[in-house]
């Protein structure tokens, strides 16, 4: 009965991705967090464009581009940030009219929360601070977090906003369904932050492979994805292709793979929420050709005379075979 009650939930989040495919020509609205900008256009009115990462988030009603930041009250991190400050990405923002920098009560409001203040700024300005802000930044991973006395300090202003009935909005509906479906979800299954990152696919694969999925977000030393009812560790990978990205791979984090009793490699289909395919391998197996193809990597960046940004890797179809994995759906 339990099986099939979740089941029938997953089913219910298929046919709303699918209706709101239809309407709004939007796919993939589960993961990456994308329903907080779903939120976020819902109450300021705007329209959001089809796409992830490297596209616009969404269009106000005079056509102007907008990108999104948001964080949230429960976040340990209440600064918004850009995971790539390249000079490629401070250039693209001079052409994007407006940013919003939201923040998002989920503490003192229901889940998915309500929007309290914003930044709203043109993009020039925040092009302009970003690239002087960079310059003394050494890290590898062209990352920087901005805070709000920071844009504060070039001149911005917060803007507040009363409670949103969220049904008011163009997505409010879609937004409720969605919301009732995943807390019922998460209170049946004890696992939350569905929405965020890939968990929802997290909690797919560990139901089909009967694995407890953990709430947190992985990518910290000593953090696992799942276990086994005899305590074995797992860590996922998953992927809308047959490509699976290792990234941050120093030597502690490969170290720690040797802790699970499998790497699990999945491929979804996001736009119809459905498992295509997983395979499990051996730490010992999959850690040494991740380590091979780093090398190989900084070798080839280093005849180039250039720096890796990142310690990133990936494996492909063709490595399924090196690593000995087994297709377990």
């Not at 967090?33 to 988030?57: M, T, V």
């Not at 989920?106 to 092009?127: L, N, T």
């Not at 996922?236 to 502690?252: A, M, P, R, V």
Request: glycine letters at 6%; charged letters at 25%.
């Amino acid at each position: 009965m339990y099986n099939i009650i979740i089941s029938d939930l997953f089913n219910k989040l298929r046919l709303m991705e699918k209706d709101f495919l239809i309407k709004y020509g939007v796919d993939d609205i589960y993961s990456n967090s994308k329903i907080y900008e779903i939120l976020i256009a819902n109450q300021f009115g705007h329209f959001l464009i089809p796409g992830h990462s490297g596209s616009r988030d969404a269009k106000d009603r005079n056509g102007n581009e907008i990108e999104y930041k948001h964080f949230k009250e429960s976040s340990k991190n209440h600064t918004w940030t850009f995971n790539d400050f390249s000079d490629t990405t401070i250039e693209k923002l001079k052409s994007c009219p407006f940013v919003y920098f939201v923040y998002i009560d989920d503490v003192s409001f229901k889940f998915p929360g309500q929007i309290k203040w914003a930044y709203i700024v043109e993009g020039i300005k925040v092009s302009a601070y970003l690239a002087e802000a960079t310059k003394k930044i050494q890290n590898k991973r062209k990352m920087i977090n901005v805070s709000p006395k920071q844009l504060e300090s070039i001149g911005c202003k917060r803007q507040t906003f009363p409670a949103f009935d969220i049904m008011k909005g163009t997505y409010g509906e879609d937004l409720h369904n969605i919301i009732t479906t995943i807390v019922e979800i998460e209170e049946r299954t004890n696992v939350t932050g569905l929405l965020t990152s890939n968990k929802i696919w997290e909690l797919m694969i560990g139901l089909q492979l009967n694995h407890k999925v953990n709430s947190e977000q992985g990518g910290r030393e000593g953090a696992h994805d799942a276990s086994d009812s005899d305590g074995n560790l797992y860590e996922y990978k998953i992927s809308k292709t047959y490509s699976w990205n290792f990234q941050d791979i120093s030597e502690n984090v490969l170290m720690k793979y040797y802790n699970d009793s499998a790497i699990i490699l999945a491929v979804v289909d996001k736009t119809y929420l459905k498992i295509v395919n997983i395979y499990s391998a051996s730490p010992d197996k999959v850690v040494p050709l991740l380590r091979q193809k780093l090398a190989e990597k900084t070798k080839r960046f280093s005849s180039q005379g250039k720096e890796i940004r990142r310690l990133q890797v990936s494996l492909s179809r063709k490595d399924l075979t090196l690593i000995e994995a087994k297709e377990l759906y």
